[in-house]
């Protein structure tokens, strides 16, 4: 069987691998040696990708050196997880949802990863003991009407070690809802077969939730495991990061959604980047962004349009961003900043 991860440049395919630079080679380099987040991209996704520094699938897995620049704004835990965790693992912030993380790894690193520190460990799935304490926890909180399955990436586990977790769930609370959240239907779609597509439909009430930035990570292997999902009555929703030089264009967002549309699936979540380190070099400034969604509303169908939003950083949770969601603005000690309002009336910062 041909290697389905590449983990060093050298192994990129043709002409991929002549268009890594002395630059970038160098700075991979530094990666491994420094414990940040290493190089790893699947075969197929790193096939999707044109050898071209601006190209929006290449940007998406290739480090860059910018990720080297010190952000003032950089948080290690950018959405505040340690601040709601429940259990090791397990993470309670809105009432009536929980988030575990289940998977260790990842079929590729994403430089844009807002659990980048997380990811940058090698983690294992999660065992038998390490989920005791969640089932005891779900148990005792029946407000907990939904648990996202997310990680790393929860398909990276086999079918029967992801039987035994759902098992293990549907047993403790029998009407949970389980989210599985996965880029592997993107990055490895082999890895979504009618049998895993079987077992999700023996423990519904179960729903997906995908992550797609561009229309070109719609390639046709991925079309037929995802139409294969609807087909079998599991619902597909698709979260979509913001991403500059990469989709932070209305047309681009367009297609992407209507594409999903044709497919079944239904666009969810933009997301404003999180202030992940190393990271910056992505962020869509806030006001672009809100100027983009307006435009992308006037040229998709409602049914095509994600919400636009935001995790504040430090764990004040999601918001939906709109015009008017800039309460006002302040110079901190790192840069300007917009104060934008949270759930419970405080204002929080995020930079301009
Ligand atoms: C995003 C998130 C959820 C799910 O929120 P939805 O708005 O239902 O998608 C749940 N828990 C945590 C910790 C989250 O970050």
């Given at each position: 069987m041909s290697q389905v991860f590449i983990t060093s440049w050298k192994e990129l395919p043709e002409p991929l691998v002549s268009s890594v630079d002395a630059q970038e080679a160098a700075f991979i380099e530094t990666l491994n040696a420094s414990g940040g987040l290493p190089f790893m991209v699947s075969a197929h996704f790193a096939a999707l990708a044109k050898p071209d520094k601006t190209d929006p699938i290449r940007q998406q897995f290739m480090p860059y050196p910018a990720e080297g620049v010190p952000d003032p704004?950089?948080?290690?835990d950018p959405l505040g997880e340690a601040k709601h965790?429940?259990?090791?693992?397990l993470v309670h912030q809105y009432r009536d949802r929980a988030l575990l993380l289940a998977g260790g790894s990842c079929a590729g690193y994403c430089r844009y990863c807002f659990r980048r520190v997380w990811m940058s460990r090698p983690q294992h799935f999660i065992s038998g003991e390490e989920l005791l304490p969640v089932l005891v926890y779900l148990k005792g909180h029946p407000e907990i009407r939904e648990i996202l399955i997310s990680g790393g990436d929860p398909?990276?586990?086999?079918d029967g070690t992801l039987a035994t977790l759902f098992q293990s769930l549907r047993i403790a609370r029998p009407g949970l809802l389980l989210r599985i959240c996965t880029r592997l239907p993107i990055t490895q779609p082999s890895r979504l077969t009618l049998e895993t597509v079987r077992l999700f439909r023996a423990y519904r009430p179960l729903r997906m939730v995908i992550q797609s930035?561009?229309?070109?990570?719609?390639?046709a292997g991925t079309q037929e495991a995802l139409r294969t999902c609807v087909d079998q009555g599991i619902p597909v929703h698709v979260q979509t990061v913001l991403l500059r030089g990469i989709n932070d264009d209305a047309q681009v967002l367009a297609a992407l959604f209507r594409e999903c549309l044709q497919l079944g699936l239904s666009p969810y979540y933009l997301f404003q980047l999180d202030l992940a380190p190393g990271t910056a070099h992505f962020r869509v400034p806030l006001k672009t962004g809100l100027a983009l969604y307006e435009e992308l509303k006037r040229h998709i169908s409602g049914l095509g349009l994600p919400v636009y939003a935001l995790d504040l950083p430090g764990g004040g949770g999601k918001i939906p961003l709109h015009q008017g969601v800039i309460a006002g603005e302040q110079v901190d000690s790192q840069g300007l900043v917009y104060l934008l309002q949270g759930p419970e009336g405080k204002l929080w910062p995020y930079p301009a």
């Open positions: 704004f950089a948080l290690a965790q429940a259990a090791p693992r398909l990276m586990a086999e930035n561009h229309p070109r990570e719609l390639a």
